[in-house]
């Protein structure tokens, strides 16, 4: 197989950037417009209520089938892998029965006028993320056989589709805005696991073609037909009957104990890693904490605040996690593995932590000088008139920093650790999340909701800890030192530190009179700041910079 895994990786990732740049920047828009035309109550039971529901039940069902059969395509058959991911097709659908049953049963609505659109958006939601899973099969494949252009443009599509729909309705009665979100969900998910199954039967279906030289099209040009091709002789699928279970005549060849058991892992891990993530909705939702009215506040100030950690430490983690499956076994200790492979991943790790890291404290230094700049623009006057949406942007920053480097620290542990440290550490998972729910509990009484934002880089903090930890327990005894990444460099910490004050004095004696001229300023010492990044990492500049060009230059002779 021809296929370049890290090249692959980073395309992965530039590519899901960008899509999350989009996907933010329309969410961005139909927040505002939901906030100012519709009201902060149905932004609140959306945003918080709805969307919690769909992340537990996808989160719960789909991540530890697709952890677990991600990286394993050498030790297992392709038919044991699809049979093992469409177990999360009834897993989905008796997780959402009991929370659609505790959603409605169970967390309080208080806005009677809200009832029923509320009711039909818990079963959309739930029926759209039974949907979803039905072409989970198709997109291991995709993602194993690096159809990424074609996994972006499924994206986008999506974006199209629910927005369309969700504005078309909307624009004509505004009082059906979550019944406009309740069919948005189920009409772009059904549409895309219908592309997914359109795809692969036209690629299934033109594949021999192409071996003998007679495919022509005038839809696909002749690159894009080399790049689906090219290198796909182990491409073992014939028909669309190859994505779907099949039992092969006993319960061990059509299931693998061992992936099962992985999968396990992942599912008790999952439950607690989604406690920690989305744990302050859960508190919201369980207690009498904030109205749906402030709980909209809060979510829209947290998606301002998150839109790094979303559309550029999402996608990096999400491609990182795939690669080090690739490059570094589980099973085996690093000395019997294949160095050329352990040194390149390791290299990798620290030039990811490197970068996330610096993102994120740029993030936190500009964060504090343009927080109320930003929110004004989005919300208006009378939205941060009260001081607290500010307060909590300002706070999200930091938190920001914490997540950059527990995303990819936390994610090389999860890609490299066995089944017995899987285990071991799912018990310690369960203290972050139980400590994380009575710390946001206590500590949002005493400060507000800002206390979610604390409780949160207390627990980030203690998760990195407990990776680093593990990484240099693994590399102990070996030459490799991977998170040397996390220093960033004095030249560029100086020139971040010197920016921030300017900020700083420009947001006080600029700002109220000029918003322009504040954000040029900004703009410009943004600028210094990444050039005194690319001097100081000037070899990685170059590095990634080759790499693209060899890139290009393939794609141009092709």
Known sequence: MGRNLLMSSLENASFNIVFQILFRCVTFVINAWVIRNVGHEVLGIM??????????????????????CLGQK??????????????SVPVSCVLSIVFV????????????????????????????CVLELCSASLA?????????????????????????????????????????????QVGSIGSIVLFYYIFFYWYIKNKPLYAKGALKSKIV???????????????????????LPKYTGSVNTTFNKKLGTLTLSFAKQGVVKQLLTEGEKYVMSVSPVMSFSEQATYDVVNNLGSLAARFIFRPIEDSSYFYFTQMVSRELPLQKQDQNKIQESCTVLSQVCKTVSSIGLIVLVFGQSYARTLLLLYGGESFIASGLPVQLLRSHCL?????????????????????????????????????????????????????????????MFSRIMHSIHFINNKYKGTDYKPLEGLYVGKFFLLTLFVSGVLCKLSENK?????????????????????????????????????????????????
């Open 47 to 68: 945003n918080v209520r709805l969307l919690l529901l769909e992340s537990t039940i996808l989160f719960l069902s789909r991540e530890p089938f697709n952890r677990a």
């Open 101 to 128: 049953y505790i959603w409605l049963n169970w967390l309080p609505l208080g806005h009677p006028e809200h009832a029923f659109q509320y009711t039909f958006g818990c079963y959309s939601v739930a029926l759209s």
């Open 221 to 243: 040009p002749e690159p894009i037909l080399h790049r689906l091709y090219d290198n796909m002789d182990d491409f073992q699928f014939t028909s669309l009957k190859d994505f």
């Open 399 to 459: 938190a920001i920093v914490l997540l950059a480097i527990n995303g990819v620290t936390e994610c090389y542990a999860f890609a490299t650790m066995t089944s017995t440290q899987l285990n071991s550490y799912n018990y310690l998972m369960v203290l972050f999340s139980i400590s994380f729910l009575l710390l946001s509990y206590v500590l949002t009484y005493l400060f507000g909701p800002v206390g979610f934002i604390i409780s949160n880089c207390i627990n």
């Open 140 to 184: 291991l494949v995709a993602q194993h056989f690096c159809f990424i252009k074609f996994k972006v443009a499924l994206d986008t599509l999506h974006i199209f589709i629910r927005t369309m729909l969700f504005l078309s309705i909307v624009i004509y009665d505004r009082s059906l805005a979550l019944i406009a979100f309740s069919v948005a």
């Open 74 to 87: 050498d030790d297992f058959s392709w038919r044991q892998l699809i049979n093992q991911i469409w177990l």
């Open 510 to 558: 600029i700002s109220h009179d000029s918003i322009l001229l504040h954000i040029l300023i900004g703009a410009i010492l943004l600028f210094c700041v990444l050039l005194a990044w690319g001097y100081e990492n000037r070899d990685l500049v170059i590095k990634m910079y080759k790499k693209v060009r060899n890139k290009e230059d393939k794609v141009s002779l092709d």
